[in-house]
């Protein structure tokens, strides 16, 4: 049974979401505040973190950066404010999706399937892209008929880590601290100049997956065809 942290100052959001996600076989574990939250989150092991932004405390936004110190566990944001800066800076510190106050039960409980689906693909060792197989421990990626397309690391690092996660929005910043390391002394248009290269690398695999430029944001990659 997946366990899904909730965190939220509004004990009347915490109970709508435990009857929703409690009704499709999720176990739900309740915070009112972000140091409760994160005191939990070192100590026990939860399948997806539903964080408010406004808490006392701590916020959401500073529980958020210090939840991805842990690991990469999914990230869901419920917040009243629904400003583009905001949005950006909650990608930016590492949140996976985002819903506003008030929202639909329902999309919520369809977000956090959509969460749990991409953290199991991620936990897998290889990535299906259409046709295309991706395999992390050989490094290889094959097609349909097997044979094998070779693609320099850091293009595959990138490609692996998008087709990881199909649908989620990964920022330039995010990227390059996953790809080439917090001490990467290049600058974003790195990820750029690689992102071009696998679309034409793979310009005959656009009815398999496609990655997608979020202005000001940065990329995600769509599958079309599992």
């Known amino acids: 049974m997946p366990v899904v942290l909730v965190v939220d100052d509004d004990a009347n959001i915490r109970e709508l979401v435990r009857l929703y996600l409690e009704d499709e076989g999720i176990e739900i574990v309740q915070k009112e505040n972000g140091i409760e939250a994160l005191a939990y989150a070192e100590n026990h092991a939860s399948d997806l973190i539903i964080l408010d932004i406004m808490m006392p405390e701590m916020d959401g ?10 690991g990469d566990i999914p990230l869901l944001m419920i917040t009243a404010k629904d400003e583009p800066e905001d949005r950006i800076k909650g990608f930016r510190l590492g949140t996976d999706d985002y819903l506003v106050k008030p ?8 977000r956090v399937k ?6 199991r693909i991620a936990s897998s060792r290889t990535v299906r892209l259409g046709d295309l197989l991706m395999d992390r421990s050989s490094y290889q990626v094959t097609d349909k008929n097997g ?3 070779t693609l320099p690391m850091k293009e595959f690092e990138l490609l692996y880590k998008l087709g990881s996660y199909p649908g989620q929005l990964f920022t330039r910043d995010h990227l390059i601290e996953e790809i080439w390391g917090r001490d990467y002394e290049g600058d ?9 290269r696998l679309r034409d690398r793979f310009a005959d695999h656009e009815s398999d997956f496609r990655i997608v430029t979020l202005r000001n944001l940065g990329y995600r990659l769509e599958v079309y065809r599992d």
């Open 61 to 70: 936004w500073h529980l958020c950066a210090r939840l991805r110190e842990l």
């Open 114 to 119: 959509a969460l749990l689906r991409r953290y």
């Open 188 to 196: 974003e248009r790195t990820v750029d100049v690689h992102i071009k």
């Open 103 to 110: 929202f639909n039960p329902t999309e919520l409980v369809l």
């Open 147 to 149: 044979r094998e397309i």
